[in-house]
T-cell receptor
């Protein structure tokens, strides 16, 4: 059963703490993305990766970091430098560098600050 | 002014009605237009993708682009309760580069049985 999995579904962060969100895909897609969704706003791109061991900043990368050591995995770390981390985080993948045509999203992780 | 404007709704219609969802945009360079459906607490699902102007039909769904008016629409015929979701429009100027896809804020749609 192919798809994108994200874990955990809910995540709680304390002040000053770094947390890591997991994203795994078994679709054999080259490109992977992280988006942030806030109420009343569209999705905003945090980071994206078009190939293993390479990634680029999106529109709101400050306070976040990523790695792409394996084709299947693209974890996102929300660092303590991100002052407003409460949001719904979505991971996506596409089979080529053309997400306009085909982009699959995971179920999302909701991050809350304690 | 946002690059993409979308009425947040909520929009409530009876089952079987024709639904019209719309977005306006300001960037005349946009050429690629997408519609996503997002159920509550789930990730978005790409419904339709169109290039430049014109119509595209897929079952009960029709996407329409009017570049002269900078206006795109998604029509849903014979609406069903299962169509109740948030619909996001998205657009970009170039075919590649994920960083240039701009999403609308979404319209929440409810279909009453």
């Amino acid at each position: 059963d192919g798809g994108i999995t994200q874990s955990p579904k809910y995540l709680f962060r304390k002040e000053g703490q770094n947390v890591t969100l997991s994203c795994e895909q078994n679709l054999n897609h080259d490109a992977m993305y992280w988006y942030r969704q806030d109420p009343g706003q569209g999705l905003r791109l945090i980071y994206y990766s078009q190939i293993v061991n390479d990634f680029q900043k999106g529109d709101i990368a400050e306070g976040y970091s990523v790695s792409r050591e394996k084709k299947e995995s693209f974890p996102l770390t929300v660092t303590s430098a991100q002052k407003n981390p409460t949001a719904f985080y979505l991971c996506a993948s596409s089979p080529s560098q053309r997400p306009q045509e085909t982009q699959y999203f995971g179920p999302g992780t909701r991050l809350l600050v304690l | 002014q946002k690059e993409v404007e979308q009425d947040p709704g909520p929009l409530s219609v009876p089952e079987g009605a024709i639904v019209s969802l719309n977005c306006t945009y300001s960037n005349s360079a946009f050429q690629y237009f997408m519609w996503y459906r997002q159920y509550s607490r789930k990730g978005p699902e790409l419904l339709m993708y169109t290039y430049s102007s014109g119509n595209k039909e897929d079952g009960r769904f029709t996407a329409q682009v009017d570049k002269s008016s900078k206006y795109i629409s998604l029509f849903i015929r014979d609406s069903q309760p299962s169509d109740s979701a948030t619909y996001l429009c998205a657009m970009s100027a170039r075919y590649s580069s994920a960083s240039k896809i701009i999403f609308g804020s979404g319209t929440r749609l409810s279909i009453r049985p």
